[in-house]
């Protein structure tokens, strides 16, 4: 299991090259994005992307990018990044099921709001996504590991692997408390659902992230951004289960277009 990394953002000089041997040649019908991509997975070079990177046998493609503003409950508006993503199965053979990891819920009653994922910009301001701002593909969150009245521990989300692997053992996202607790007898370990995707085939993934209500919105517009993601990857390891990873993913210095 592999927690989400927040190691700090290194600003690219100006003179530095972004995205060496990466096509962005067909990125949608925005400005041109440059991209590297780091931590666990293999780059790999595909035509079409801003950025490629392989986990087993998933394929995460970055696809476009694009600013824009978001009108948020107080009618404010908001600058926004889009991020569109495709996710690939290369295994003709094998069917994948995959999952975006969130926060813990509060007191573990619900799921989490955010996901953990992020951007953060060269100026340090960090963009945040909530489970309502991502399309295509499911999110899923640890829930409660007992039952002991109103006030109970979180698991850690980096433990969502092994609760799905409970719920796929169980086939029950629920289970009862020992004893005889009279405010509390049945908890929610794990909350939502995994994605499939057949053997060859590809989903396609938008991304909506927000700048956080702390930071500023005046001010010169960010130029490039480093994204970090969690994600749950499920593959067939027997005929009736599957085994479960939990996999980060960093995408260095995606050049922005203008906002």
């Known amino acids: 299991m592999h927690p989400v990394s927040h ?7 100006p003179e530095a090259p972004l995205n060496r041997g ?3 040649s067909r990125v949608a019908t925005t400005s041109r994005s440059t991209a590297a ?3 666990i997975g293999t780059s790999y070079q595909e035509a079409n992307a801003i950025a490629t990177k392989d986990v087993g046998s ?3 493609l970055l696809k476009s990018v694009l600013p824009m503003k978001l009108n948020k409950g107080n009618r404010q508006s908001r600058n926004g990044i889009k991020l569109s993503f ?4 290369r295994d003709l053979r094998v069917p994948l099921v995959v999952a975006m990891n969130t926060v813990a819920g509060y007191l573990d009653r ?8 992020r951007l953060l910009d060269e100026r340090g301001t960090v963009w945040s996504l909530s489970t309502s701002s ?5 999110v899923v969150g640890v829930g409660a590991p007992e039952c002991e009245g109103w006030f109970r521990a979180a698991y850690d989300p980096a433990e969502i692997a092994r609760l799905l692997q409970r719920q796929a053992d169980t086939n029950s996202q629920t289970a009862r408390t020992a004893g005889n607790s009279a405010t509390c007898r049945t908890y929610q370990f794990i909350y939502g659902s995994t994605t499939p995707i057949p053997p060859g085939q590809s989903i396609a993934v938008t991304m909506d992230f927000v700048q956080d209500v702390s930071e500023t919105t005046s001010g010169p517009s960010p130029k490039f ?11 067939d390891a027997t005929d009736t289960k599957k085994a479960y990873s939990l996999q980060n993913l960093i995408f260095d210095r995606v050049s922005m277009p203008l906002f």
């Open 86 to 89: 495709e996710f690939l199965n």
């Open 58 to 60: 998933l394929r995460v």
């Open 7 to 13: 190691r700090p953002f290194n600003p690219v000089p």
């Open 22 to 24: 990466i096509s962005a």
């Open 225 to 235: 951004f480093q994204m970090s993601t969690e994600f749950v990857v499920g593959v």
């Open 110 to 117: 619900t799921m989490g709001e955010v996901l953990r994922t």
């Open 37 to 39: 991509g780091s931590g």
């Open 134 to 138: 991502v399309t295509g593909v499911s």
